[in-house]
């Protein structure tokens, strides 16, 4: 049992904590957006997310227009990896990985590159027209002018 000084201490130093803003949020759910280069002038919305299904997990090689598609992921431990997977995806970490090796046995594909700062994801989506990525969209404003949104998705 702790000490009532202790006790008091502790408490004091989370009734300061509260007054500077420092406790925890509760979780809501963050909105992340799927980047693509600018020149990209694929749509959007349900269409938009199939097609990016298909390219990032290589079902598909090509945007409509047949630039090739350069998908691009972040970290595996990322909240924004994490959003992709499951609400893009619609599979888990654990299927996704299998899927990986299973195309690196049968074709030698390998699953897309992860960028783990946003500033250099943006930079990698607006120097190739193919490009694609995710990120929360806190992280990736202000979107360049030679980047765009395709669609948005919620997160955990």
């Known amino acids: 049992m702790m000490a ?4 008091a201490g502790l408490l004091a130093a989370l009734i300061v ?6 406790t925890a949020a509760p979780a809501s759910a963050a909105e992340y957006v799927v980047l693509v280069n600018a020149e990209n002038d694929h749509p959007g919305g349900q269409e938009g997310r199939a097609m990016v299904q298909r390219l990032f997990l290589k079902r598909a090689s090509a945007w409509p227009d047949g630039a090739s598609a350069f998908p691009l992921d972040r970290p595996a431990d990322s909240p924004a ?7 893009v995806l619609g599979t888990s ?6 899927w990986w ?3 690196k ?3 030698g594909a390998t699953a897309p590159r992860a960028v ?3 500033s250099l994801l943006k930079q990698a989506i607006g120097m190739r027209a193919g490009a694609f990525g995710f990120a929360a969209r806190s992280e990736v404003t202000p979107i360049p002018d030679n980047v765009r949104v ?3 998705f919620d997160g955990p």
């Open 81 to 87: 990896h994490e959003a992709f997977v499951r609400n």
């Open 105 to 107: 046995q049968q074709r």
């Open 93 to 98: 970490e654990g299927k996704l990985q299998e």
């Open 101 to 103: 090796t299973r195309l």
């Open 116 to 118: 783990g700062a946003p």
């Open 4 to 7: 009532p000084t202790r006790v």
């Open 17 to 22: 904590a509260a007054a500077a803003g420092l």
């Open 150 to 152: 395709l669609f948005t």
